[in-house]
C-alpha cells in the first residue's frame, strides 16, 4: 500500500515538473502584437474623446454667447437712447454681468458695434484665430444680432 501511493506521489510529481518544463512564456513578437492591439485601440478611443471634448467647447461657447446677447440687449433697453455698448466691459460696468467671460479657449470674444442698433459677436473657434473657418457665432448666422 505504501508503495503505491509512493509511485502515484511520484508519478505527480513528475507529471508537474513537465507541465512546468513544457510551459512557456510570452515571445516578444507575441508582445509586440499585444501592445500594437492595445495601442490602436487607445488611439480610436482618443479620437473620439478629443472628439466629443471639441463639440462640448463649441455648445459652450454658443452657451455664452447666448447669455452675452441677453446681456447685450438688456444694456439696449436700459439706454436712452437705446444703443449697444461700444465695448462688453461696459456690461460690467452697468452691472449688468458681473465679468465678461473668456471663450473656452482662453481667448475674448470678438464684439462689434457696428451701429448703435447692431452688433457683432463670435468667438474665434478652437485655431484662436479670427477668419477662419471654425469661428463660431451665436446662431451661426455671422454673430448679427
Given at each position: 500500500?505504501?508503495?503505491?501511493?509512493?509511485?502515484?506521489?511520484?508519478?505527480?510529481?513528475?507529471?508537474?515538473?513537465?507541465?512546468?518544463?513544457?510551459?512557456?512564456?510570452?515571445?516578444?513578437?507575441?508582445?509586440?502584437?499585444?501592445?500594437?492591439?492595445?495601442?490602436?485601440?487607445?488611439?480610436?478611443?482618443?479620437?473620439?474623446?478629443?472628439?466629443?471634448l471639441e463639440e462640448a467647447n463649441i455648445k459652450e461657447a454658443k452657451i455664452q454667447?447666448?447669455?452675452?446677447?441677453?446681456?447685450?440687449?438688456?444694456?439696449?433697453?436700459?439706454?436712452?437712447?437705446?444703443?449697444?455698448?461700444?465695448?462688453?466691459?461696459?456690461?460690467?460696468?452697468?452691472?449688468?454681468?458681473?465679468?465678461?467671460?473668456?471663450?473656452?479657449?482662453?481667448?475674448?470674444?470678438?464684439?462689434?458695434?457696428?451701429?448703435?442698433?447692431?452688433?457683432?459677436?463670435?468667438?474665434?473657434?478652437?485655431?484662436?484665430?479670427?477668419?477662419?473657418?471654425?469661428?463660431?457665432?451665436?446662431?451661426?448666422?455671422?454673430?448679427?444680432?
Amino acid at each position: 500500500m505504501k508503495l503505491i501511493e509512493n509511485i502515484k506521489e511520484a508519478h505527480l510529481a513528475a507529471t508537474k515538473r513537465g507541465q512546468l518544463a513544457n510551459t512557456r512564456g510570452m515571445t516578444l513578437i507575441e508582445i509586440m502584437i499585444v501592445i500594437t492591439i492595445m495601442a490602436s485601440i487607445m488611439g480610436v478611443v482618443g479620437f473620439y474623446v478629443v472628439g466629443a471634448l471639441e463639440e462640448a467647447n463649441i455648445k459652450e461657447a454658443k452657451i455664452q454667447m447666448g447669455n452675452l446677447n441677453q446681456s447685450l440687449d438688456m444694456y439696449y433697453t436700459r439706454t436712452d437712447p437705446h444703443e449697444y455698448p461700444e465695448s462688453l466691459q461696459k456690461l460690467v460696468d452697468r452691472n449688468i454681468m458681473q465679468e465678461v467671460p473668456s471663450d473656452p479657449w482662453g481667448e475674448q470674444y470678438v464684439y462689434r458695434r457696428d451701429s448703435r442698433n447692431e452688433f457683432t459677436l463670435m468667438s474665434k473657434g478652437p485655431d484662436m484665430t479670427e477668419g477662419t473657418e471654425d469661428d463660431i457665432t451665436p446662431g451661426g448666422d455671422g454673430g448679427e444680432s
